[in-house]
């Protein structure tokens, strides 16, 4: 088995890539070694130690590294934990936990709205931010300001605010007037 490395805009976060499905669909994140009770993949990564969250995409796995840990000293140890799980034939994902879409639910007023949000953001921005290791996803929408909740290489990345602002802000304002403004959430 060979997993490739890349390099994400997050020098905090690298993207392994193991050349197979890791999710069926969805993604899952894994912003501490607690949450990741219901991924035997999850817990061996976070076990090799230096690793402070786990974010899973359709073909990638996301980690980001503790303060104080250096790539060259957990990279290995990393890679041999997805080398060791891919090897047990374990599943990614335990039987009871099924990966999520990502958006939140929005009922009310602003269904039309906050559908066409929903639609640009998995049409034109989260294949975008995939290619980085991350994903962004609907939180909510209240009087013009959009929310949006930023995991794996997007979570702490230091240009994510000039991407919601320059990017994503300015792609939403454009297709749909109603927006104002778009703001993150903290997981």
Not at 21 to 35: H, I, R
Not at 60 to 81: M, N, R, S
Not at 82 to 100: C, F, L, N, R, T
Not at 107 to 122: A, C, R
Request: with cysteine; proline share 6%.
């Amino acid at each position: 088995m060979f997993i490739q490395t890349e390099s994400t805009p997050n020098p905090a976060t690298l993207k392994f890539l193991p050349g197979q499905n890791v999710l069926e669909v969805g993604t899952a994140d894994f912003p501490n070694a607690e949450a990741a009770q219901h991924s035997p993949l999850a817990q061996r990564i976070f076990a090799a130690g230096g690793v402070s969250g786990v974010f899973f995409g359709i073909d990638f796995v996301t980690v980001t590294k503790a303060d104080g840990a250096e790539w060259d000293h957990i990279k290995p140890g990393i890679l041999g934990a997805i080398m060791e799980h891919y090897q047990s034939g374990q599943s990614v994902m335990a039987a009871d936990h099924k990966p999520v879409s990502g958006h939140a639910e929005h009922s009310g007023e602003d269904g039309d709205i906050v559908t066409q949000i929903k639609e640009l953001l998995d049409t034109r921005v989260r294949p975008a931010v995939a290619q980085d290791g991350g994903d962004i996803t609907f939180h909510g929408f209240d009087r013009g300001i959009v929310y949006l909740h930023m995991q794996g290489a997007c979570a702490g990345c230091p240009s994510s605010t000039l991407t919601l602002k320059m990017g994503i802000e300015n792609l939403l304002r454009h297709y749909i007037p109603e927006v104002i403004e778009v703001r993150p959430v903290a997981a």
